[in-house]
């Protein structure tokens, strides 16, 4: 029986920086990312206008690319142990994060988790076009990790979300997290207010 789900932001959280920053060291363009990245950290541009510029640098590039760009992907340690602790106490871990959708599939390959979400690069005879598919940002977050709890025939009371930042978890009550620690990050009580991006 599934007594709850437990989502976790990816950058910041399983990553000790961002996902899109490291990949735009491989992909050659760290600088603009770097900064279109603290423009949505500083709150000056939204999700989904960082990732139409996010975007650009993807136009040409295969999507049998990101898979091995990934591989060397810094993560913290634990996150083996912590799916597995989650699945031993009816928990099903999840990835709920505003990195590209490629991100978030190959974390559930090689870890476990039972599924993500994230924006998606457009494609385009076989390579990424430079314009994003499918926007998702804080609210489409939140969305699917509503949807998921009812998926799984769980209520959000019996959810939590662990982030690190404005779009890790709904604001509220906060406690220290458990599963994955680092300093920054906060562990919440899911709800179904509409104002609360998880």
């Known amino acids: 029986m599934i007594r709850g789900a437990v989502f976790f932001d990816v950058d910041g959280t399983l990553t000790p920086t ?18 279109i990245q603290a423009g949505y950290g500083a709150g000056t541009l939204s999700s989904d206008e960082a990732c139409v510029l ?21 993560l913290v340690d634990g996150i083996v142990e912590t799916v597995s602790w989650c699945r031993a106490h009816s928990l099903v871990p999840v990835l709920a994060t505003l990195a590209w959708d490629f991100v978030g599939t190959y974390l559930c390959s090689r870890f476990g988790f039972d599924r993500a979400c994230g924006p998606r690069l457009q494609i385009v005879d076989g390579r990424y076009s430079g314009e994003v598919a499918e926007q998702f940002d804080e609210q489409a977050k939140r969305d699917f990790a509503v949807r998921v709890a009812a998926d799984l025939g769980v209520e959000l009371r019996h959810c939590a979300a662990i982030g690190d930042g ?3 978890a709904p604001s509220g009550s906060t406690q220290p997290p458990k599963l994955v620690p680092r300093p920054a990050q906060r562990s919440t ?3 179904s207010t509409p104002s609360c991006p998880a």
């Not at 961002?18 to 900064?35: F, K, M, P, R, T």
């Not at 999507?63 to 992907?73: K, N, R, T, Y």
């Open 18 to 35: 961002s996902s899109g920053q490291h990949l735009a060291e491989l992909v050659g363009n760290a600088e603009e990312i770097a900064q």
């Open 54 to 74: 996010e975007a650009r640098g993807w136009a040409g590039r295969a999507p049998a690319e990101a898979p091995a760009f990934l591989e060397s992907l810094p």
């Open 189 to 191: 009580v899911l709800t």
């Open 166 to 168: 404005r779009s890790a």
